[in-house]
């Protein structure tokens, strides 16, 4: 089993940012790559950026160029660097570990993006 605590969501100002993070727990040589996702309300859950154990990141169109995710591989975490927010990143943020056969995903952290 893997465990997963997101952590640093909160409410900013357009155009600020935030630092999401992501602590793994348990089985953690089990996982392939770790990912970050969000949903807003009324909306289904969406992808935002992955980045596998080797190190190569990929991320969806509407946050390239302001998301970062990177990882601490002493501390077990992830983190989603977010910059140059804008209200539709409003969402409920998740973090999931990517391992057979299921997988395993954190209770979420709200991001709330003020106009």
């Known amino acids: 089993q893997v465990q997963l605590v997101e952590s640093g969501g909160g409410l900013v100002q357009a155009g600020g940012s935030l630092r999401l993070s992501c602590a793994a727990s348990g089985s953690i040589n089990r996982i392939n790559a770790m990912g970050w996702y969000r949903q807003a309300p009324r909306k289904e859950r969406e992808w935002v950026a992955r980045i596998t154990s080797g190190g190569v990141t990929n991320y969806a169109d509407s946050v390239k160029g302001r998301f970062t995710i990177s990882r601490d591989n002493a501390k077990n975490t992830v983190y989603l660097q977010m910059n140059s927010l804008k209200p539709e990143d409003t969402a409920v943020y998740y973090c999931?570990?990517?391992?057979?056969?299921?997988?395993?995903w954190g209770q979420g952290t709200q991001v709330t993006v003020s106009s």
């Open positions: 999931a570990a990517e391992f057979l056969p299921y997988g395993s």
